[in-house]
C-alpha cells in the first residue's frame, strides 16, 4: 500500500465512514421505495432541515471535542429565531439585527464556558440551567411568537426558499460553515489544540497550552453556529415560535453520535456530522412520506443511535483496551505496567525488536 | 512448567504455583512459586517493576494470572476474585490503599465486612482501639494524612483476623513512630498465625520483621533466605542482578556549564522546603523510594502544585509559575504517565509530536501540515520511531514509540531545561537505548535536564549526579557517575524524617466535620428556607394558596416529580446517569390506559405486571449500554429515550383510552389536605435516607459513587451497584409515571417528557453531585417540592410561564454553584 493510502486509511478512520455507509445505504432504499422523496420538492426539505441540524449539530461538536456537552442549544437556537423575528420587522436594518443576533448567541455561550471552563462545574447542569433561563428569558422579552405578526423577515425567508439545483441555499450555508470550521481545526494551532485538550486536558495543561483561552474561542464558536442554525430555521419555518428549537437537544447529540464522535472528548469529523444530519433528516421525511406514523419514526432513530454507539464502541474495544480520561486517573503506583496494561500495540505497528 | 501441580506442602496460608502474568510486551512474572505459612513474615523484596505487585496483585484476586494456581487457607482459587480471595481469609492492605477518602474511619470499616457479607463487629470503636490509633473513628478519611491512611488501611485488613494479611509497602508513607507501631502489630498478628506477605523496599525493617525473605528481579524468584542471617548487600546485589547488558551513551561530565535551572526554598502539597540546581550540559537525576514527593517537585517546576520558592532559568526568576509560562520560559516538561497526563490517546502521532511546538509550525498562529510533515519525518528518522503513517492516533502505537515521540516534543522547540519524569515506564529494552540516547544528546545541547526514574540502573547510567529524595526532602547528594547499589542502598537505608506532629491531623478532621456535615446539608437548608419563603409571599399575594384544594393539588402534582426524583437520586448517587426517565414515564402511562381501566383484581395484576416489566426492561436496556458496552450514559439514555418514547407512541398514537377515574380518586384520599400517597412519597424518601447514611446498601451505593476502585478492592463490585441503580431509576421513573396516569386519566404519549428536565432540577438543588457519591434523598424531595411549589406558585402570582422557566433555570446555576463552591473550601481545608 502507497503511503499516501495508508496516511488516508488513518485520517479517514471507519468510523467516520459509517455514516456516509448508513446515508448511502438509506438513498438506495429510498430511491427504491419513496421516490416521491427525492423529488425536488422533497430534496430542498431535506436539505433545508439537514443544514440547520449541520450548524447546530457543527456548535454542540465544539463543546463535544472539549469533552462537555450542551444541553442549551436549543435555548440559543430560539433567542436566535426570536431575536431576527422580533427585531427584523419590516424597515428594520437587517445586517445589524443578524450581528446582534450572533453577539447574543455568543454571549450566551460564553456564560457557560464561564461556568463549565473557569469555574469548572459540570456541563450537563450548568447548560441545564442555561437552557431554562434563556427559553424562560426570551418568552418573557419577545413573547411565544416572538412578535405581532410572527413572521421571519422576508429577506431571511427569500433566501431560505431559495434553492441552487434543488439544494436549499441553507444547505450551502452549512457547507460553508463546515468547512471554516475544518479548516480552523486542521489549519490552525489553536484549532489543532481543541481535540487534544478534550483528550487530555490535564496532559494539555502540562504541554504549556492555554487551555482556557483556546475553550473560550470554541465556546464562542460554538454561540455563532447555533445562531445561524437559529437564524435560518426561522426563515425554512416562516413562523417559528419558542418550540422551535427544541428537537436540537437530543438531534445533534445522535448525530454527533453517528458521526462517529466519542464523547469522551478528541476528534470529530465535521462531513461525518454533516452526512449524520441528512441521514436523519432524509430518513425521517422518507418514513413520513411512506406513511410511518410518529412513533416508529422515533423509534428507528433511536435504534439507529443505539446500532451507531454500539458499533462505534465494539470496534474501539476491538481497536484498543485503553479508555482514557473518562476515568480519575490514580497516581500510578509501582510496577505500574500491571495496573495499567496501557496501550496494547496494534496489528499495523511493526515492533522495533 | 507443564507439570501436573503437586500437593502444596502447606495446608493453610498462601500458595501461589507456577504463576505467570504477561502484559503486551512486558512479562510481569515468569513461573513464579512463592507460599506463606501460618506464623511467619514472608518478606518480599525487589526493585520498582520486579513483578512484586503484580504477585500480591494475583494472590489477592485482582489479577487473574496467564498460568498457575493460587490457593488460600487450602482451597484453590480458579479465576481472580477479590470477593472470594477475602471471603478466604486473605486480607490486603495496598500501599495507595483502598479507602474511600469521602467516607469517615468507621464507615470504611463497616463497608470492608459488608462487602464480604460478613457480620459488622458490634463495637467498631472497640475493634479499633486494639490498634491504637492516633485518631478518631468518626474522621472522614480525606482528613487524615498519609501516614495514618496507610495504618488505618493495615488496621482494616487486621481487623478481620485473616488467615493471610499481604502488606503491600505498609510503612512507604508512615514516620518512624507510626512505622514503629505498624511493626508492633505485625508481630503480634503473627503470633497470633496470622501468614504475611510482606513487600518493603527497607531492608533494615525488614531484617527485624521477617522470617523468611524472597528476592523478585524481572518477574522471576531470585532465591529465598530462611533466616535473618543475611547480609544487606548480598540482597542488594540480588534485587539489582548482573551488571545490566543495556549500554548507556558515554557521557562527559561537564565542568564548566553554567547554572541552567536553579529551585530556592522550592515547597508544594507533599514536598519541600528544598534547593536544587542543574548546568547546562547535566544529566541530574532524582531517585528515591515510591511515594517520597519526586514526582511532585518535578510537577513542581512547571507551576501544577507549587506553593512556595523561587525558581530561576538562565539566572531569570519565573515571575508567575504556570504550565504555559514555563514553557515559554524554556522549561519542557514531559511526563512517562502517558495515559494521564502526556499523551492524547485519540490524536494522531503528527499532534501529540508537536504538541510543543508554536509558531515552528507555521506564522500567524497557522499550522502547516508540510510543516508538520517535516517535522515528524525528521523526528521518526532521528530517533527511529516506527509507524506506518504520521495521522495514526498514537494509542496505536507501543509504549516505547509513544514514548520516543513524547520525548521527541521538546527536540522540535529547544527548551533550556528539560524535566523527564520516568522516561522509560513501561518501555522495551531497544527503545530504552534510544531513549537514552535522546536525553544525552539533549544534554549535549547544553540543555539542563532533570529525570526523575524509579528505575535505580537508569539514573546510575544516565546522570552526572542524583538527588536522593526521602518523605518530600532531598536526603542525600550523590556526586559524580554513581551505582545502582549505591543508589538503592541510599535508600533502603534512608531513616524516617519526624512527621509534623499527628496533633495537626485530629484538630484539622474535627474542623473538617464540623464543615462536612454542615455542607451536606446546605441544600436541604436552602431548599427548605425557599420553600418557606415562597409559601408566605404567595400566602401574602393571593388567598387562594393557602386553602385545603390548593394545597391538595400542589401536593398531588408534585407526586411524579417526587417518584421520578428519588429515583434518579439514587442512580446518581452510584455514579450513573439516566435521561430516559421521561419516556419511561410517558410508557407507564400509555401502558396503565391499556391495562388499567379499573380497579378489578385482574386489571390491578396485569398492571403491577406491566409496570414491573417496563422498569426490569428500561433499567436492563440501559445497564448493558453503560455498564457493558461502556457507551457514554447521555447517548445510551438519549438512545434509550428514542426506543422508548416511540414504542408508547406506537401503543397511542393519539390520546385515548380510560384509566381507571377510582385511581385518581385514591391517589386524593388522605389525611386532611394531605394526600396519602403523598405521606407514602415522603415516608420512602426519609426511609432511603436513614437507610442510605445506616444500611449496608446505602454504604456500598455511596462508596461506589466516590470510589469505584476503592470499592472493587473491598470485593464490593462498582458495575453492579451501578446496574442496580439504572434499574431503581426506571423503577421511580414508572411510579411517577403511575402518579401521572392518576393526573391525567387518559393515555397520552408525550406526558413524561417534560418532567425530564424538572427532574435533573430537583437531584441537583437537592445536592446530588454527577460524579457519584453525594446527594441526598430528602434534598431531591424537597427539589421537587420547591419546584412543584413554583409551578403552583406563578399562575396565583400572575408571573407568565416564561419567568417560571427562567427562575428555574438561574436557582439551578446558582444553587449548583454555591454547593460546589462551598464543596471546594471545604476540600481546600483538608489541604489536599
Known sequence: MSQFATDLKYRLPARYLASWGALGVLLAVVVAVVPVALQPNGVRIVTALAAVLALASFGQMLIVMLGAI???????????????????TPGANLPLVILATLALGVAISLWNWLFISVLRLNSIIVTLGTLGLVTGGISIWTGVSFSESGLAPQAIQDFSDFSVLNVSACFLVAVAGGLILALTLSKTRAGRQVAAIGANRRAATLQGMRVTRVEFAAFAGAGV?????????AGVVGTPDVSIGEPYQLLTITAIAIAGTTFNGGPASVAGILSACLFLQLLDQ??????????PRVVVRGIALVLAVAAITLSQFAFSRLRPSSAVPRALNEDNESSAPSLTPDTHQKETS | MTTVVTQPMVETGVVLRGVSKSYPGVKALSDVDFDCRPGEVHALVGEN???????????????TPDAGTVSIAGQSVARGSIKQARKLGLMTAYQDTALVAELTVEENLALSFDAIDEPRPPDLRKLLRRFDLPFPINATVSALGPGARQLLEVARAMSHQPKVLLLDEPTAALDMRLAGHLEHLVREARNDGTAIVYVSHRLEEVRRLADRLTVLRDGVIRGTHDTNTWDVDDIVELMVGAPTELEFPPRVTPTTGAVRLEVR????????????????????????????????VLRGLIGAGHEAGEILVDGAPLRRNRPDKALAAGISFQSGD?????????LPLVDNLTAQSGSAMGPLGVARLQRLRAMFVLASRQFGIVAASPFQPISALSGGNQQKIVLARPTLRQPKVLVVDEPTQGVDARARMDIYRMLADAADHGVAVLVNSSDSSELAGLCDRVYVMSRGRISQELEGPTTEAEIVRSFVSA????????GQAAVSSFVNRALGGLSSRIPIVALAVLCTLMALYTGSQSDVFWTGPNLANLLLLTLPLGFVALGQQYTMLSGGFDLSIGATMSLTVVAASITLPDLGPLSLLRSVGAFLLIALVVGAFNAVLIGLLKVNAIVATIATTGIVQGVAIVLRPEPGGFIAPELTTAFSQGVGFIPGAFLLLVALAVALEVWLHRGRGGLALRAVGFDAQASDRVGRRAVIVRSVGLVVCAFGAVLGGICVASLTGIGTNDVGGGYTLPCFAAVFLGGAALSGGRGSFVGALLGALFLSLLDNATPLLDVPNGAKQAAYGLILIVAVGSYAVAERRRGHGRGR
Not at chain 1, 228 to 233: K, N, Q, S, T
Not at chain 1, 286 to 295: K, L, N, P, V, Y
Not at chain 2, 338 to 346: H, Y
Request: proline share 2%.
Open chain 1, 70 to 88: 450542551d444541553l442549551s442549544v436549543s435555548s440559543i437556537v430560539i433567542v436566535a429565531a426570536g431575536m431576527v423575528v422580533h427585531y427584523g
Open chain 1, 225 to 233: 453556529f447555533y445562531s445561524v442554525a437559529g437564524i435560518l430555521v
Open chain 1, 286 to 295: 422518507a418514513m413520513e412520506i411512506h406513511g410511518f406514523s410518529a412513533g
Open chain 2, 49 to 63: 517493576g520486579s513483578g512484586k505487585s503484580t504477585l500480591i496483585k494475583i494472590a489477592a484476586g485482582v489479577l
Open chain 2, 265 to 296: 526554598d522550592f515547597a508544594g502539597a507533599g514536598y519541600g522546603p528544598l534547593s536544587m540546581s542543574v548546568r547546562g550540559g547535566e544529566i541530574v537525576g532524582v531517585a528515591g523510594a515510591e511515594g517520597n514527593g519526586q514526582r511532585a
Open chain 2, 338 to 346: 502517558r495515559a494521564a497526563e502526556s499523551i492524547f490517546a485519540p
Open chain 2, 495 to 502: 531513616a524516617g524524617v519526624e512527621e509534623d506532629g499527628g
